[in-house]
Each structure stands twice: as C-alpha cells, then as structure tokens.
C-alpha cells in the first residue's frame, strides 16, 4: 500500500513539473513570437521611413478582401494627401491578425497591433506621430487604440531613448463619430449616399454597438444622435447595432411599426468602416431561426438570423439586388468605400489632438 501511494505521490510530482516545463515553453515561445514580430515591424519601418512625421491607421481588422481593398485604398489616399507623413496600416483585433496572417480567406497578409509600430516609430525617432483611429464610436475599440499610445508615451518597454520621448509629438485623430457634431454631419453625407433608398423605403444602418457592460465613453449614444439627425433629413432613416443593448433589430422594426411603417422596402446597409463578417452574414447574410415565428431571447433579439431575413419574415419587401456583394449600387459596402467618409476620417486626422502621456502615468486624472 505505501508503495502504491509512494508511485502515485511520484507520478503527481513528475505531472506538475511536466506542467511547469510546460508553462515555460509557451512562455518562451510567447516570447520570440513578440520579438519576431517587432522585427518584422522594424524592418518594415526603417525600409519605409522617408519622411519625418508618420501617421498609423488603426482599424479592428478583418479577413475580407473587400475590407482590405477599402484599407488599401484609404491608405493610398492618405499617402497621396498627406505627402509629407509616412503612412501605416494597423489592426487591433489579434483574431483578425492571425487569420490574415494564415490567408484564411485572401493572399497572406501582415497587420500588426499598434504596439509593434509604435515602438519601432520610436525606435527610428520620427518627431511627429498621428495615431488615426479608424472606429466609428469612441467604443471599446477605441479604448485600445488610447491604451497602446498610453504604454507608447510612457516608454512601457523603457528602451526608447528619454530625450526623444520628451520631444516626439504624439497626436491622435478622432473616430468618425466622436462627437454628437460628428453625428450630426455624418448623417448629412450618409443622406448624399442613401437618399435614393430612403425614398422608396425603409433605410436602416447596422452599426456594432458596445453592449452595456463596455460602453466605453458611452458612446453607444452616438448611434442615437444619428438616428434623430437623419430622420430630420427623411424619417425613413433607422440606425440599429449587433451589440447595443434595446437597439437590436427587433426594436428597429418596433420603432418603424410607431412611424407606420409596417410593411414595404426595407433596405440594409453596414454603418461600419468596412464590408467583413457582420455585414455579409450578420446583416444580408442568408441566416435564419425562423420557425413558423421568432424566438426572442433575455436581450430582446432574435438570434441566428439575418437582418435581411428577419425583414423578409416580419412582412417587408426584400430587393435582393440591393444585396449582391459590393455592386456598383449594392448595400454591402463598408463606409470607407465612401469617398465623402472618407474625408471626414482625413478630417479628424488634420486635426488631431496632441496627447501627453510621457509626462503622467494617469493622464486622465
């Protein structure tokens, strides 16, 4: 018996050191993962580096080619209209750099998080740098982009040099909606573009939305003070979210049913930088609960269903040629194949606000 207990007290011991063991390798590997990534950023940036000033685009990401198409070509703008900055494209989104990384849907590509550039930015000393958040609200999205200039500014890695810290100028350029001005004007381009839609129809935007609990800078307001800004344009206007809490779908179609809309065209388009995942499936997606009825759930959404199906069974009429994927005059289009969005984007980037983090570690306070 004691031998018993003796060999299983020993097998108990060898498991927790193999755990260890085990624990030190993804360490380890975490490690030279993080190290190879800064070199390949670092060899990006100094192969790049023409200039003295830079700005980096920071979008969430995607695995679209569609997205990175709007990506590619905000970027080539933004070079062209901004000709003394060197340009860089970057995502937050670690799911979204991974699955490019392994061409999950496209070529092969390279978008690395904010961090990776703005310590090889720092590492080649460029004086001026432009961090442009590409989010519609100031969400939780954003949050990380202020988040990565934050450990930026204050030197977290502490291998960039003191005195350039003090002196590099650190601004960062507004998502597309950071003030209720913003909305405001966003629905008047948003009319150049959609008022044939709304004309005939229901026109209603799908945004993202934060739910409750990562509300951050409350911005899920925003998407209201749009709403109300377009309806003074043509009260066919409606703006919903996936995330938002009691502006899901379902109570887009409850405020349609109060202004009489209880059936014909309803149109669908993506309030969202680009045209990935949501917009494709979430919104004109061919996903569908129904069965004989809807199943509501505890958020009041009915799940598994896509808007333009969800319309479809609650009696609105569908034009599927609205939905064919980034037609000449289709829906399935992100916001910065816009040209006139895009403009508002190289706005806030001209007049981005110089942030001070090297100075305080809580600059907030």
């Not at 260890?20 to 940036?45: G, K, T």
């Not at 799908?206 to 951050?216: A, L, V």
């Not at 377009?230 to 995330?243: A, H, I, R, S």
């Not at 509501?296 to 799940?303: C, K, L, M, Q, S």
Request: aromatic share 12%; with cysteine; net charge negative.
């Amino acid at each position: 018996m004691k031998k018993i207990k003796f060999l299983i007290i020993a097998m108990m011991a060898m498991m927790t050191t193999t755990a260890f063991v085990a624990c030190s390798d993804d360490d380890d590997d975490a490690i030279s993962n993080m190290q190879r990534y800064q070199n390949e950023v670092d060899a990006v940036v100094k192969a790049q580096k023409k200039h003295n000033k830079a700005i980096l685009l920071v979008a969430f990401g995607s695995t679209w080619q569609q997205a990175y198409d709007a990506f590619d070509l905000t970027r080539s703008e933004y070079e062209k209209e901004f000709s003394d900055y060197d340009v860089y494209l970057s995502f937050s989104s670690a799911i979204c750099i991974n699955r490019a990384m392994a061409g999950e849907n496209t070529d092969k590509r390279s978008f690395y998080e904010p961090k990776y550039w703005l310590e090889s930015f720092g590492r080649v000393q460029y004086a001026e740098i432009i961090v442009q958040s590409m989010q519609v609200i100031p969400g939780e999205e954003f949050s990380r982009v202020v988040n990565a200039m934050k450990d930026f500014g204050n030197n977290s890695n502490g291998d960039l040099d003191d005195q350039y810290m003090s002196r590099v100028v650190l601004k960062l350029g507004m998502p597309l909606m950071y003030t209720e001005a913003d909305a405001k004007y966003l629905a008047t381009v948003l009319n150049q573009n959609f008022s044939k839609y709304a004309q005939k129809g229901a026109m209603c935007f799908m945004g993202h939305g934060n739910p409750d609990e990562y509300d951050t800078y409350k911005a899920n307001v925003r998407y209201t003070q749009l709403e109300e800004a377009l309806q003074k344009l043509n009260k066919n206007y409606f703006v919903g979210t996936v995330d938002m809490t009691d502006n899901f779908k379902v109570q887009v179609r409850d405020r349609m049913i109060e202004a009489g809309l209880v059936s014909g065209n309803v149109y669908c388009a993506p309030l969202m930088s680009i045209a990935g995942d949501h917009a494709h499936n979430d919104m004109a997606g061919d996903d569908d609960a129904w069965d004989n009825g809807f199943e509501v759930n505890e958020d009041g959404e009915v799940e598994d269903t896509s808007w333009k199906k969800y319309f479809d069974h609650m009696g609105y009429t569908i034009d599927p040629e609205a939905y064919k994927d980034n037609g000449a005059d289709g829906l399935v289009k992100g916001l910065l194949e816009y040209k006139d969005v895009r403009a508002i984007y190289k706005s806030h980037t001209r007049n981005a606000e110089v942030v001070d983090y090297y100075h305080s570690m809580y600059p907030e306070e």
